[in-house]
Nanobody, 124 residues
Framework: QVQLVESGGGLVQAGGSLRLSCAASGRTFSRYAMAWFRQAPGKEREFVTAIFWPVGSTYYADSVKGRFTISTDNAKNTVYLQMNTLKPEDTAVYYC?????????????????WGQGTQVTVSS
């Protein structure tokens, strides 16, 4: 079992930055895909970014490429999402997700463990 707890959401003006954290307990990151998804009101949950093992490859949605960065601190069992140059369309609840095993996966249905979500609101 893996428990995920997100933090770091909030209200920010367009062009600003936020860093989200996802603390994992129960298992280490080794052999787990770690991802961030987001869900805006009335929309489906969408892939934002992920890091996959064994080589730590990272993937980003086109909408956030160049602005968002995923990183991990294995000693703290924490994954981060650094979000820069935020836009109003980035407003959503952001979820951390984990799935055991190697290789990339991009669909919410492919992840077994989820955090409770943290709200990010970007004002124009």
């Amino acid at each position: 079992q893996v428990q995920l707890v997100e933090s770091g959401g909030g209200l920010v003006q367009a062009g600003g930055s936020l860093r989200l954290s996802c603390a994992a307990s129960g298992r280490t990151f080794s052999r787990y895909a770690m991802a961030w998804f987001r869900q805006a009101p009335g929309k489906e949950r969408e892939f934002v970014t992920a890091i996959f093992w064994p080589v730590g490859s990272t993937y980003y949605a086109d909408s956030v490429k160049g602005r968002f960065t995923i990183s991990t601190d294995n000693a703290k069992n924490t994954v981060y999402l650094q979000m820069n140059t935020l836009k109003p369309e980035d407003t959503a609840v952001y979820y951390c997700a984990a799935d055991y095993g190697l290789g990339p996966r991009f669909k919410p249905s492919e992840y077994d463990y989820w955090g409770q979500g943290t709200q990010v609101t970007v004002s124009s």
